[in-house]
């Protein structure tokens, strides 16, 4: 018990963190800091948004307690995480998901088997607040640019990032203790295009709300 709630601690100090805006992330090893904007057009961004809402909701009320489904979306690639009662709930729920007209790619990674209890998603979630911490202060590594997932220990990244960005990402995720396993989902950029997002990102950001 004293365990499960210094995972809750952590979980609900990290959400506030998160919640404060970390977006201004120091570069020792730089010797600077960057401002790092997420590389999705705010469009898609809401895209993703309503996908993980709708869909989320949508299988919650047909599957019932016959599953237990997390719906990450990023940059319309979902991934579908989390328990099917057995194959034919797990196929409902990937042509519920291939239904919806804004998913461009479909990756269905739930597990045939009873839902998932409360300590174990506390503890998923503690290790998702772990690795998103040494995301953001890891150097020339932009955090905000992805998705981190943690499903019984296994740990699923999305984003959209160079190669090498991408390898310290999976590097990163990887060396973090507690994680059995890392699955990366990413959109590989060339640094041309990095460069090209990041001043968009930068022109957004100086436009008016």
């Given amino acids: 018990m004293k365990r499960i709630a210094r995972i809750i601690i952590f979980v609900l100090i990290s959400l506030h963190v998160s919640a404060c805006g970390v977006v201004i992330v120091g570069g020792a090893a730089a010797g600077g800091i960057s401002v790092l904007a997420d590389r999705r057009s705010p469009s898609v961004q809401a895209i993703d948004l309503g996908i993980e ?34 194959e034919a709930i797990k196929a409902q729920a990937e042509t519920e998901a291939k239904a919806n007209k804004n998913v461009r790619i479909l990756f ?6 009873p839902n998932s209890s409360l300590a174990t998603r506390a503890n998923d979630s503690y290790l998702a607040s772990k690795i998103k911490t040494q995301m953001v202060f890891t150097s020339e590594l932009p955090s905000n640019s992805m998705s981190i997932s943690v499903e019984n220990d296994r740990a699923y990244l999305m984003g959209i990032l160079t190669q090498a960005e991408a390898e310290k990402a999976k590097k990163v995720a990887s060396t973090t203790n507690g994680v059995k396993q890392v699955f990366a989902y ?24």
Avoid at 108 to 113: K, Q
Avoid at 196 to 208: D, F, N, V
């Fill in 53 to 86: 809402l709708e869909l989320g909701s949508q299988l919650s009320k047909k599957l019932g307690d016959s599953a237990h489904i997390v719906v990450v979306s990023f940059n319309q690639k979902v991934l579908l995480l989390g328990e099917a009662k057995d």
């Fill in 186 to 209: 990413f959109d590989i950029i060339s640094d041309e295009e990095r460069v090209r997002l990041e001043k968009q990102g930068k022109a957004q950001r100086s436009q008016p709300l």
């Fill in 108 to 113: 269905n990674e739930l597990v045939i088997g």
